[in-house]
């Protein structure tokens, strides 16, 4: 068995050193590309990181930032660095399958606004990354193609939906990697193979080209192994797009600013809450003493900490799994057997109906399913009101606690997840115990607001990740990065 958590000389570094290093041609991106691709091939039969490797467009990739850098125009801080990219973005060069069968070998005649950034800042494309099926799930065990391990314990969950993306970096597969995050899946995976993911603010990252699973949860976001890499990938792919009517035109906080500010360490007069809702029973001993110790280093750094009440938090479960549901039903009916993908039953034997029907039968997973028939059955006349409505009410009452919070603290923290990774398998036939991995995320989307997940170490009962939530207001998302690097600096190295 090779050693997933080891990394080379170059896979080592973070993407803010590769970057530095290739500015200054002391690394070219074809050799730090190749280097990936190496660990790739080396590694990932064991990992089940990715689904698609395009090693011939990652090297042109890499070829056409080093020659950009050698005429003297490089793209971006982070041209040259190779990235992993969530298979639930579009690409022109490599099937988008979102993890399920009904979409398998489709290509997309366009780039996501992401895709298209990530090429525009001379980042090469390694791969797509494994996940949860149209990214409902939480353990990247609802993909319909590959299990995903944690590279920390491979016997475990990498976290879901975006467990590949996480496993990549957790393994040394990729420096960067992006992710989205419904109701937790950029952070949730992050916490449990101790990387670091942002959520950013609903509106910042267009969801042009994002296949869609709930529309007004839906947003991508920036995945390092640290805070400085995130806010750099984070700074490529946010922004104003035209093309994505729910994107925000306004200005992007200084994101690297404020992770270069944070990592000098001191957080004097910074204003911190901790959720009471989320924590105590049902939390694991050794997350809330991680959780515990991540308050009391904040408290060394100079902020103040203060517990705060949120009412309305324990109800964001029920409402996540009403509108979630409600919003996949409608968006999935575009998987209709005519347009994309997989098509059944198209013999000359059976009508339009039939076809349409036995394709979705066969090309959607249970999980996918439940969801379809869940939500269709909310938006059905007569229970529209007692479903849908109620649910949408809670979550503006969820939007309220978090806004009469943010009159006292500058941030909220929480744990991340409730327990570390659990096993493979433990939960695939509890669909309920699975959602409940999600507690603690799953708020910041239902008010659109900003959150990351950051290490803090590892649990003291069974040496698994433990991630700190932090969360921010909406386009406050610089907060986040200066609490997290001055965390990240006095935590140290894990493991
Ligand atoms: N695990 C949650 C769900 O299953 C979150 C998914 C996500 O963020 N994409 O819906």
Known sequence: MSDTRTATDITGLSAADLAGKIAA?????????????????????ELGAFLHVGSDEALAAAQAADDAIAAGDAPSALAGVPIALKDVFTTVDAPTTCGSKILEGWVS????????????????????????????????????????????????IPGGSGGGSAAALASYQAPLAIGTDTGGSIRQPASVTATVGVKPTYGTVSRYGLVACASSLDQGGPCGRTVLDTALLHEVIAGHDPRDSTSIDVAIPDVVGAARAGAAGDLTGVRIGVVKQLQGEGYQAGVLESFQSACKQLTDLGATIVEVDCPHFSYALGAYYLILPSEVSSNLARFDAMRYGLRVGDDGTHSADEVMALTRDA???????????????????????????????????IAGDFAKAY???????????????????????????????????????????????????????????????????????DRLYRIGAAYEAARGPIG
């Open 363 to 397: 090309g959607f997973g249970p999980e996918v399913k439940r969801r379809i028939m869940i939500g269709t059955y909310a938006l059905s006349s007569g229970y529209y009101d007692a479903f849908y409505g109620q649910a949408q009410k809670v979550r503006t009452l």
């Open 407 to 477: 009159q006292d603290v500058d941030v909220l923290i929480s744990p991340t997840t409730p327990t570390t990774p659990f096993k493979l398998g433990e939960k695939v036939d509890d669909p309920l115990s699975m959602y409940l991995f999600d507690l603690c995320t799953l708020p910041v989307n239902l008010a659109g607001t900003a959150a990351m997940s950051v290490p803090s170490g590892l649990a003291s009962d069974d040496g698994l990740p433990v991630g700190l939530q932090i969360m921010a207001p909406a386009l406050a998302d």
């Open 25 to 45: 041609r002391e690394l070219s991106s074809v050799e730090v590309t190749r280097a990936h691709l190496d660990r790739i091939a080396e590694i990932d039969g």
């Open 109 to 156: 005649p366009y780039d996501a606004t992401v895709t298209a950034k990530l090429r525009a800042a001379g980042i090469p494309i390694l791969g797509k990354t494994n996940m949860d099926e149209f990214a409902m799930g939480s353990s990247t065990e609802n993909s319909a193609y590959q299990v995903t391990r944690n590279p920390w314990d491979t016997t475990r």
